[in-house]
């Protein structure tokens, strides 16, 4: 069958990672006897130096029109970049902010799970891993502080800047509905993440989940708030199942949630909409720190493009088979640098993306 994926590779490390990504879902096409075809989209900084916008509506239409979209990552040095010091709507984020409202992805999926290899990487102490933990951050993406009103202007002689925190119950209802769909077929634990003892927002939020949580009586609910959250999550990780939290909350929690699993290069996302069109996405950003050194880890991107399989093509079996490659080229010691232990085999970019790829389709060949 065909697939029509937009891709976009983005800035920085995105075209590197995104390289991969593609490199792994060629083999899945040749092994299992799919047909990727790929279109690619500009977004972010590069856009705004090809059309002096970060998003234009014609990539906004092609993304629309694909069965889902693969994304790498936007972004220049914040601050030091020549995109920093423009309008809001102009800088690179603001194309990642106006795809996810276009295409009403309001579901972000962040899973972390702690691969046993990878327990040396992981800053935490052995008697914490423990078992180890397997856990998916829900993060509400389309609402929040990320698109209320913002201004900055002087009142009353003084700077002032203004950013609005705004949600309604049905925005919350339907990421708590998705949060508690993916509890049912997990461990049955939603814990859900706000700041209730402080915003309106935070107990607003609080009642609609308690409401939802009435039509999943299988599914144990428990409130937490976020600054317990941040270190309950070092202190003891394996309590989580699912976290249910809204946009801002969600977007620092995942970042933590990654450095546990051994690297924010490990962490994949997928953004969905009601439907089962997504965008997939790594969790982590455009690195600009090591762009163009053929040294990103690869793994969070291919991980989505499993994600994509799953989610947006009902691919299982395809999808389980790019998870076991990662699994088993980890297990056989390969490393990128920031998963890098001694002992393992340190590995550049394209070469765990090879790695990854080889290994696809191997208990065929080998049978
Ligand atoms: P970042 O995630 O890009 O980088 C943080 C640190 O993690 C850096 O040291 C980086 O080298 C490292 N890192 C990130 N991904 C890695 C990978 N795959 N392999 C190895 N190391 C990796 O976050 P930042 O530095 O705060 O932001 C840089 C830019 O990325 C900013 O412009 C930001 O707005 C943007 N950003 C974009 C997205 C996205 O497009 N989805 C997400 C987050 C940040
Ligand atoms: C992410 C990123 C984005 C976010 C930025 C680049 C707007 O950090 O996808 O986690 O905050 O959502
Ligand atoms: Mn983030």
Not at 30 to 56: A, E, K, R, W
Not at 108 to 130: H, M
Not at 204 to 222: F, I, N
Request: glycine share 8%.
């Amino acid at each position: 069958m065909k697939y029509n994926i937009a891709v976009i590779p983005g800035d920085g490390i995105g075209p590197e990672i995104i390289g991969e990504a593609r490199k792994v879902l060629d083999k899945v096409g040749m092994v299992y006897g799919h047909d990727f075809q790929y279109t690619n989209v500009l977004m972010g900084g590069i856009s705004i130096d090809t059309h002096g916008v970060p998003l234009t509506d014609e990539a906004l239409e092609t993304a629309k029109n694909s069965d889902s979209v693969l994304l790498g990552a936007v972004g220049g040095d914040v601050g030091n970049s020549k995109w920093y010091d423009v309008a809001p709507n102009l800088r690179p984020e603001a194309g990642l902010l106006a795809i996810r409202k276009g295409l009403n992805l309001f579901a972000n999926i962040r899973p972390a799970y702690l691969y046993k290899e990878l327990s040396d990487a992981c800053p935490l102490k052995q008697e914490i891993i423990g078992d180890g933990f397997d856990m998916v951050i829900m993060r509400e993406l389309t609402g929040g502080l990320y698109f209320g009103e913002r201004h900055t202007k002087e009142v009353d002689g003084v700077m002032t800047a203004v950013d609005t925190l705004t949600y309604n119950e049905n925005e919350i209802r339907r990421i708590a509905v998705k949060a508690f769909d993916i509890a049912m077929k997990r461990r049955k634990k939603v814990t859900s993440v706000d700041k209730a003892n402080v915003l309106d927002s935070s107990r607003l939020w609080r009642s609609v989940v308690e409401e939802v949580a009435k039509d999943y009586p299988q599914v144990m609910l428990s409130h937490m708030l976020v600054d317990n959250c941040a270190m309950q999550l070092v202190m003891n990780p394996g309590q989580f199942d699912v976290i249910l939290t809204e946009n801002m909350f969600g977007d620092i929690l995942s970042d933590e949630a990654s450095m546990i699993t051994g690297s924010i290069g490990m962490l994949s996302s997928a953004s969905m909409n009601e439907s089962k069109f997504g965008m997939y996405e790594p969790s982590h950003g455009s690195a600009p720190d090591i762009a163009g050194k053929n040294i990103a880890n690869p793994i969070a991107t291919i991980l989505s493009a499993a994600m994509m399989l799953r989610y947006s093509f009902d691919l299982d079996m395809e999808a389980s088979a790019v998870e076991s490659a990662v699994e088993q080229v980890l297990k056989e010691g390969y490393r990128t640098a920031d998963i890098y232990s001694e002992g393992c085999k340190k590995v550049t970019t394209a070469e765990m993306g090879d790695l990854i790829a080889k290994r696809i389709g191997k208990e065929q060949e080998d049978a």
